[in-house]
């Protein structure tokens, strides 16, 4: 079955790095674009990056310039790195797998049809 499990959350302090990871398994992994989003409590999910299948990034204006996406097709992982963190970061981070196979990005949840499970990210000193 299909499976995506994130890793890689923590504790850090403002201005630090994190990068967290995503083992996917269960479907053509290479075939599918890969989102990372993230929630606060009392927050819609959003979008943060994604990547297509060819390996086109998207990042939202806010993580523009600090995060990078990627992905490893032959470990089944995508990537986000995360630099210069702010407090604002700080969410319930989420990998999902898009719900087409096509060579385009999603940017709303409901495009994507398979979540990991979170991991938390807190920026604070």
């Known amino acids: 079955q299909v499976q995506v499990v994130e890793s890689g959350g923590g504790l850090v302090q403002p201005g630090g790095s994190l990068r967290l990871s995503c083992a996917a398994s269960?479907?053509?992994?290479?075939?599918?674009?890969m989102g990372w989003f993230r929630q606060v409590p009392g927050k819609e999910r959003e979008l943060v990056a994604a990547?297509?299948?060819?390996?086109?990034?998207y990042y939202a204006d806010s993580v523009k310039g600090r995060f990078t996406v990627s992905r490893d097709n032959a470990k089944n992982t995508v990537y986000l790195q995360m630099n210069s963190l702010k407090p604002e970061d700080t969410a319930v981070y989420f990998c999902?797998?898009?719900?087409?196979?096509?060579?385009?990005?999603?940017?709303?949840?409901?495009?994507?049809?398979?979540w990991g499970q979170g991991t938390q990210v807190i920026v604070s000193s």
């Open positions: 269960g479907f053509t992994f290479s075939s599918y674009a």
């Open positions: 999902a797998k898009n719900r087409r196979s096509y060579y385009g990005i999603s940017y709303v949840p409901v495009e994507y049809d398979y």
């Open positions: 990547i297509s299948r060819g390996g086109s990034p």
